[in-house]
C-alpha cells in the first residue's frame, strides 16, 4: 500500500510541477526539463505500482531491478552494441543513405530511372523486414554483414525517396535564374538544387536513423553470432531473463534517440535558414 501511495504522490506532484512549467514562458530550459520530470514521474510511478501491486520480475521488473542488471552487464551491453550498432546499424546505414543519395542524382539526372525505380522503390519499401531479414541472413551469413544488408535495404528507399523530392523542390523561377547565368547542370544541382533539397535530405536520414537500429536488432532475431542485441533479447526471454531483456531495451531506445538527434542537430547547423528551424 505504501508503494502505490508513493506511485500516486509522484503522479500528482509530477502532474503539478510540470503543469506550472508548462504555463511559464517558453524557453530553451523548460523544454529540456518538463519532458525529464515526465520522464522520471513514470519510472517512479513503474516502481511504485510494481512493488505495491507484487508484479512477478518474469511479467514486468522495476526499473530499480533493471538498473541493478545494467550496471552488472555492462561488458556484455557493450559487446552487444558494437555488434549490432556499430558493425550493423551504422556501416547499413552509411552504405544505404550514401547509396541512395548517390542514386537519386542520376534518378533526376535521368528521366527513364524515375518512372521505373521508384515504382520498384515504392513495393520494395513496403515489404516487412521479418520477410526480407532470414533471405539476407541465408545470403550474407550470419556475422554483422547480413544485418547490415538488412539495413541497407530498409534505409534506402526511404532516403532515395526524400532525396528525389527534395532536389525537384527548387521553383521554375530559380532555375530560369540558374540558366540566365549560363549555369549547366552540375553548378545548378550544386548551388541551387542541394541546398533547396537539404530539409528533404535530412527527413530522410531521420527516418533512416530510426530503421536502421530496427532492422539491424530484428535480423538478429533470425540468425546471429553469440552476440548482439537481437540475439540477447530472444535468449533472455527464452530464460526469462527480463530483466537482462529490458536493459538492451534501454540501451536501443537511449542509442536510437541520441542517433537521432545528433542527425537533428546536423540538421539544425546546415539549414539554419530553413523556416522549419527559426523558431528554435
Same mark, same amino acid.
Given at each position: /500500500? =505504501?508503494?502505490?501511495?508513493?506511485?500516486?504522490?509522484?503522479?500528482?506532484?509530477?502532474?503539478?510541477?510540470?503543469?506550472?512549467?508548462?504555463?511559464?514562458?517558453?524557453?530553451?530550459?523548460?523544454?529540456?526539463?518538463?519532458?525529464?520530470?515526465?520522464?522520471?514521474?513514470? =519510472?517512479?510511478?513503474?516502481?511504485?505500482?510494481?512493488?505495491?501491486?507484487?508484479?512477478?520480475?518474469?511479467?514486468?521488473?522495476?526499473?530499480? /531491478? =533493471?538498473?541493478?542488471?545494467?550496471?552488472?552487464?555492462?561488458?556484455?551491453?557493450?559487446?552487444?552494441?558494437? $555488434?549490432?550498432?556499430?558493425?550493423?546499424?551504422?556501416?547499413?546505414?552509411?552504405?544505404?543513405?550514401?547509396?541512395?543519395?548517390?542514386?537519386?542524382?542520376? &534518378?533526376?539526372?535521368?528521366?527513364?530511372?524515375? $518512372?521505373?525505380?521508384? %515504382?520498384?522503390?515504392?513495393?520494395?519499401?513496403?515489404? %516487412?523486414?521479418?520477410?526480407?531479414?532470414?533471405?539476407?541472413? /541465408?545470403?550474407?551469413?550470419?556475422?554483422? $554483414?547480413?544485418?547490415?544488408?538488412?539495413?541497407?535495404?530498409?534505409?534506402?528507399?526511404p532516403m532515395l525517396v526524400n532525396t528525389v523530392q527534395g532536389l525537384a523542390d527548387s521553383s521554375a523561377m530559380q532555375r530560369d535564374l540558374m540558366r540566365t547565368y549560363a549555369a549547366g547542370y552540375w553548378a545548378t544541382l550544386l548551388k541551387l538544387r542541394l541546398p533547396a533539397a537539404m530539409p528533404f535530405i535530412f527527413n530522410g536520414l531521420k527516418?533512416?536513423?530510426?530503421?536502421?537500429?530496427?532492422?539491424?536488432?530484428?535480423?538478429?532475431?533470425?540468425?546471429?553470432?553469440?552476440?548482439? /542485441?537481437?540475439?540477447?533479447?530472444?535468449?533472455? &526471454?527464452?530464460?526469462?531473463?527480463?530483466?537482462?531483456?529490458?536493459?538492451?531495451?534501454?540501451?536501443?531506445?537511449?542509442?536510437?534517440?541520441?542517433?537521432?538527434?545528433?542527425?537533428?542537430? &546536423?540538421?539544425?547547423?546546415?539549414?539554419?535558414?530553413?523556416?522549419? $528551424?527559426?523558431?528554435?
Open positions: /500500500m =505504501i508503494w502505490l501511495i508513493f506511485a500516486f504522490g509522484v503522479w500528482g506532484l509530477g502532474w503539478w510541477v510540470n503543469t506550472r512549467l508548462a504555463a511559464a514562458p517558453r524557453t530553451r530550459v523548460t523544454g529540456l526539463v518538463v519532458p525529464l520530470i515526465f520522464g522520471i514521474t513514470l =519510472i517512479a510511478i513503474w516502481e511504485g505500482v510494481v512493488r505495491g501491486l507484487e508484479i512477478s520480475p518474469v511479467l514486468l521488473p522495476a526499473p530499480s /531491478m =533493471i538498473a541493478a542488471r545494467f550496471v552488472a552487464s555492462t561488458d556484455i551491453l557493450w559487446e552487444d552494441f558494437v $555488434q549490432t550498432v556499430i558493425k550493423g546499424a551504422l556501416s547499413g546505414y552509411v552504405l544505404g543513405c550514401g547509396s541512395a543519395f548517390l542514386v537519386a542524382i542520376l &534518378v533526376d539526372r535521368y528521366d527513364f530511372l524515375r $518512372q521505373g525505380l521508384l %515504382p520498384v522503390g515504392n513495393f520494395v519499401a513496403a515489404l %516487412p523486414v521479418i520477410g526480407m531479414a532470414p533471405i539476407l541472413v /541465408m545470403w550474407f551469413g550470419f556475422d554483422w $554483414q547480413s544485418k547490415a544488408a538488412v539495413v541497407v535495404v530498409m534505409v534506402f528507399f527516418i533512416a536513423s530510426t530503421l536502421a537500429l530496427i532492422g539491424a536488432i530484428v535480423a538478429e532475431f533470425f540468425g546471429s553470432p553469440i552476440r548482439g /542485441m537481437g540475439f540477447r533479447i530472444s535468449t533472455s &526471454v527464452g530464460q526469462l531473463a527480463l530483466d537482462l531483456v529490458w536493459a538492451e531495451i534501454v540501451v536501443a531506445a537511449v542509442v536510437g534517440s541520441a542517433f537521432y538527434g545528433i542527425v537533428a542537430l &546536423v540538421e539544425r547547423a546546415v539549414t539554419f535558414w530553413h523556416p522549419s $528551424q527559426r523558431h528554435s
